[in-house]
Structures are given as C-alpha cells and as structure tokens.
C-alpha cells in the first residue's frame, strides 16, 4: 500500500502545504489506494513533505512523485490532453509553484504577526512546549532565508503582492467558466491548482493576495467544487 508523509490536516483544508493537497488530490483523483502518516518535515529524504512510500521505493518532491505514479500506474493527462496542451498546463504548474506558491510563504513566515502566529500554531502547536518555540524559531530563519534566496523576498509586500495579483488574475482568465483548468475532466494540473488555491483562499491568511483571489468567484467555486468532490469529508470553512 502506498503511503503518504505529511503534515497533519489543519483549517478544514487537506494540507497547510500545497505540495502536500497536490499529492493526496492526485492520489484520490486516480483512486490510487494509500494510507496518510502525518509527520515533520526533518524526516524527510530531502527534509521536505510530501514524501512517499511505495513498494521499497522512497521518493520526495511532489514533481517526482507525480511523475513515479504516472509512469507506475498510469498517465490519464496524456490520453486527455494533446502535447499542446500538456505544455501549457506545465507551464501553469511552473506558475503555481515557483512563483504565487513563494508569495503565500512570505504571507506566512514574514508578513503580519497574526500571520505567523497562526503559522507557528499550526506547524509546531503539537511539540511539547520549549520544543515548540525553539522548533518555530529556527525554522523561521530557514524558510526566511530561502524567500530571500528565491527573490521575492527581496520585493516590497506591496510590489510583491501587485506580482501575486498578476497570477491570480491569470488563474482566473484561464479557468474562465469551465469545470477545470484543462476543460471537462479533471488533469494533475487541477491537483496542483487545488493545492495553492485552497492555501490561498481557504486558509486563515489575511492578505491583499487573498482579498484578490477571494473577489474572483469563480476560482472560489473551483476550489470549492474540488473540495467536495475530493475530500467531501471536508466541508468549506473558507
Ligand atoms: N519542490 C518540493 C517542495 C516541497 C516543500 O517545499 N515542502 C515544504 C512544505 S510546503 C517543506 O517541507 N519545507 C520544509 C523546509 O524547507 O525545511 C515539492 O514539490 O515537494
């Protein structure tokens, strides 16, 4: 049975990570049985969630993840999308991942104090307490460092945010009015969309970046709509 390493569900969303919703999403959409451990990510091969075991075969990095399950089990974004669009909807992941993804870390880890406060609960709120504290410090210098090496960090909030305004307005004229990103049946583009939309809008993050993606109803009803068709032991919190 495969199994899937991640953080414990918090927010009434499947995962405070979105490489975390990808992999589960994609896990379920393809009924691919597994089992959830929820773990830290210093147990990590790479010290990072998700990681996945299957058959003796351990792999991090959602991207190398997804790509191992569609080569083991089957690739149904090939049977439903022509090599045009499979680009696309690459790009789009690009998008996601490597750049609106980095504008929610810095909306968690270096933007308001109730921001953080909300972020170090739901990380570190279940180590003992000087575990706690000490675990959420450091880790905040780390993820700091790593914003900055990305570069966003490196932007004013508010130049940042115009850029995060930008994808979301994207998201948003791409999704246009169909059921999902590709069109009528879901891709493991939809997984990933999933997974930063609902850390974006269903999470307890006030943000101009929220504000934006909460005024673009339908990215709302999208993510409501894989929520329940999904996880439909979830119900929307918002
Ligand atoms: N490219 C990786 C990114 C995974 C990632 O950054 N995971 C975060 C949680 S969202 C993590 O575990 N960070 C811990 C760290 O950087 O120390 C993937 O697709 O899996």
Known sequence: MIKLYQFARTWGIPNLSVFCVKVETYL?????????????????????????????NKLSDSRLIVNYLKEKYGDTDKTLLTPEQQGLAKAYQRLLEEHLYWIGMVTRWNYTEENWQTNKQAIFGGLPPIAHDLAAATYRVKIKSQIKGHGIGRLTHEEMFELGKEDIDSLAD????????MGKQATSLDACAYGVLVN???????????????SKQNLLDYCKRMQAEFFPELPWVG
């Not at 379920?28 to 299957?54: C, Q």
């Not at 974006?200 to 909460?214: E, M, V």
């Open 174 to 181: 791409f999704l246009g009015s169909k059921a999902y990103f």
């Open 28 to 56: 379920r959409m393809n009924k691919l049985p597994h089992e959830i451990v929820e773990t830290l990510p210093l147990k990590g091969p790479r010290g990072k969630l998700p990681y996945l075991e299957d058959e003796g």
């Open 200 to 214: 974006t809008l269903g999470c307890p993050f006030p943000s101009p970046l929220r504000d934006h993606a909460l």
